[in-house]
T-cell receptor, first 113, second 114 residues
Framework: DVKVTQSSRYLVKRTGEKVFLECVQD?????MFWYRQDPGLGLRLIYFSYDVKMKEKGDIPEGYSVSREKKERFSLILESASTNQTSMYLC????????????FGQGTRLTVV | AQTVTQSQPEMSVQEAETVTLSCTYD???????LFWYKQPPSRQMILVIRQEAYKQQNATENRFSVNFQKAAKSFSLKISDSQLGDAAMYFC???????????FGQGTRLTINP
């Protein structure tokens, strides 16, 4: 059974804290993604990675960075958390190829107070 | 840039009835894929159905089918014989050819009334 695992389902952090969201996949997928989900806005891509140590900005990268040191792990970093980063964060992975589908983690609901 | 629009924030249907969720998209590409994803209250997003743009035949997966109108750039999802377990957020998504990233619509929350 394929699996994408996010380290936390719920997280509460203070403004200005450095926050790490971790994602691990066990499917040997080349591609990994971080999305942010907000009501009425759907899912918006923050960053994605198509290989180890490779990354590309998505549509809303400001205030975020990422790290991919190993193929199975993709980390999202909030350098200095702000209240407008309170949201649901979804990690996904996929293999290369035309007919590939994305597999998602269970999401991390982050609250910044 | 490609965009995906779901104009129905919420829909409801009686159990065992049929419901159609709407999705339109904008692209100048000819090679692309369209998807419907379901996000139940457990939050685990799962793929419901996929359509390749080069295929004229509408995709079907059991009670789920799509109406793919390429010229109109429309991709609606029909759920037949609705069940309580179908209650979820449904997202329409687009992926260009061999590109890797998905572009999502705003989502439609579907409620099933017993």
């Amino acid at each position: 059974d394929v699996k994408v695992t996010q380290s936390s389902r719920y997280l509460v952090k203070r403004t200005g804290e450095k926050v790490f969201l971790e994602c691990v996949q066990d499917m040997d997928h080349e591609n990994m993604f971080w999305y942010r989900q907000d009501p009425g806005l759907g899912l918006r891509l923050i960053y994605f990675s198509y290989d180890v140590k490779m990354k590309e900005k998505g549509d809303i990268p400001e205030g975020y960075s990422v790290s991919r040191e190993k193929k199975e792990r993709f980390s999202l970093i909030l350098e200095s958390a702000s209240t407008n980063q309170t949201s649901m964060y979804l990690c996904a992975s996929s293999s290369r190829g035309a007919r590939t589908e994305a597999f998602f983690g269970q999401g991390t609901r982050l609250t910044v107070v | 840039a490609q965009t995906v629009t779901q104009s129905q924030p919420e829909m409801s249907v009686q159990e065992a009835e049929t419901v159609t969720l709407s999705c339109t998209y904008d692209t100048s590409e000819s090679d692309y894929y369209l998807f419907w994803y379901k996000q139940p209250p457990s939050r685990q997003m799962i793929l419901v159905i996929r359509q390749e743009a080069y295929k004229q035949q509408n995709a079907t997966e059991n009670r789920f089918s799509v109406n793919f109108q390429k010229a109109a750039k429309s991709f609606s999802l029909k759920i037949s014989d609705s069940q309580l377990g179908d209650a979820a957020m449904y997202f329409c998504a687009y992926r260009r050819g061999r590109a890797q990233k998905l572009v999502f619509g705003q989502g439609t929350r579907l409620t099933i009334n017993p």
